[in-house]
């Protein structure tokens, strides 16, 4: 979150981490001390031992030992700092539209930053928005205001956070081409505030995939639309699309896979690329990439991450094998430390450490 969605890139490590970080049923790393602190807290609702199978978009995972949703950047700002304190790894989430989660789950303190933390208000061609607003809900807003340059956000699942921190979009635009202004948190609890050009945008990046920054909110200025009716059936055109191209009935990341400029110009986009290399339909336990489309791995039922993992290595090696190029996974893998990494590159250590 796809150009997705979820604020799931606060935390990545470009580093290949390994599969299994600790058993399933490992000692907690969250004190109950820190828990009944947290649950002390005014602003901010407490979930123990959530299962991420239930919550996630992939409906896989295990279990999040403790869960908190901050309702303020007050709130998120004393769990950072409670955190730090006791010495506690923390991982940020959103709608979870692109993350793998680990087996056995997190052991980490994992922030939600979702419904709780999505205050939104437009004036003139002015929009901000907190880190949690939901994107289509937020597209609808904007552009239900009479402004325009919001089109290419329709239907796109996941956060705003999320959104910023990927750079997503569609139609090879990304949000950050009308962003103004990019607050976050540090792990210290201080906060910055960035313009566009230091937000470092580029296809599908910026600069909070490496500085471990929470954003907490963000400001737009968008463009007063000529035409509103235009808009909003471009917003139509652009869901119908998206509905009769996607799967949308079976739990997924949505695109599994960035569009690498390369392979594009020689061979098309990833979905055709690796429909070409056969590999539509292809199945392991309950995961499957999809009949509708071959850049989506979709959840049949029972998948599990070691599933999905394999299926993301088979697509690259195949792809790599017919031209030449080296697809990266969009999709992020979530470690029981709640480290972030791409899931091209667990996926390639899984599969050396299984067929070994």
């Known amino acids: 979150m796809s150009t997705k969605n979820a604020q799931v890139t606060n935390r990545v490590h470009d580093q290949t981490l390994p599969v299994q970080n600790s058993a399933p049923g490992a000692a907690r790393l969250i004190p109950p001390a820190l828990v009944e602190r947290l649950q002390a807290l005014n602003g901010l609702d407490v979930i123990p031992d959530l299962d991420l199978s239930r919550f996630s978009r992939w409906k896989i995972g295990g279990t999040a030992d403790c869960v908190v949703c901050p309702r303020s950047t007050a709130a998120l700002r004393e769990v950072i700092l409670l955190a730090r304190e006791a010495d506690v790894p923390v991982t940020v989430i959103g709608l979870t539209t692109n993350l793998l989660f680990a087996q056995e789950g997190i052991r980490a303190l994992v922030i ?21 607003v939901w994107v289509p809900g937020f597209a609808r807003r904007v552009a239900k205001a009479g402004l325009s340059g919001i089109e290419h956000l329709a239907g796109i699942p996941g956060t705003l956070g999320g959104l910023i921190c990927m750079n997503g979009g569609s139609q090879r635009k990304g949000i950050g081409d009308h962003l103004v202004s990019a607050t976050a948190l540090d792990m210290e609890g201080t906060l910055h505030i960035y313009d566009r050009e230091q937000c470092g945008f580029a296809y599908r990046t910026s600069v909070f995939q490496q500085n471990h920054q929470i954003i907490t909110e963000a400001e737009f200025e968008y463009e007063t639309a000529q035409d509103t009716a235009a808009v909003r059936r471009e917003m139509k055109r652009i869901l119908e699309d998206r509905r009769r191209k996607f799967p949308q009935k079976l739990p997924n990341c949505g695109s599994v896979f960035v569009s690498n400029p390369a392979l594009y110009a020689s061979f098309g986009p990833p979905g055709a690329v690796i429909e070409k290399c056969g590999l539509k339909g292809t199945a392991r336990g309950g995961a499957e990439i999809s009949h509708l489309h071959a850049n989506f791995i979709v959840n049949r039922g029972g998948a599990t991450t070691a599933d999905v993992l394999y299926l993301i290595d088979l697509i690259r090696t195949r792809v790599q094998q017919e031209t030449g190029c080296d697809l990266e996974a969009e999709a992020k893998y979530v470690d029981a430390l709640g480290r972030f990494s791409p899931a091209h590159r667990v996926a390639r250590q899984w599969a050396q450490e299984n067929t070994a």
Do not use: T
Request: hydrophobic letters at 45%; charged letters at 10%; zero cysteines.
């Open 112 to 132: 939600h930053l979702g419904p709780q933390f999505a205050g939104m208000r437009i004036a003139g061609n002015r929009v901000w928005g907190q880190a949690g």
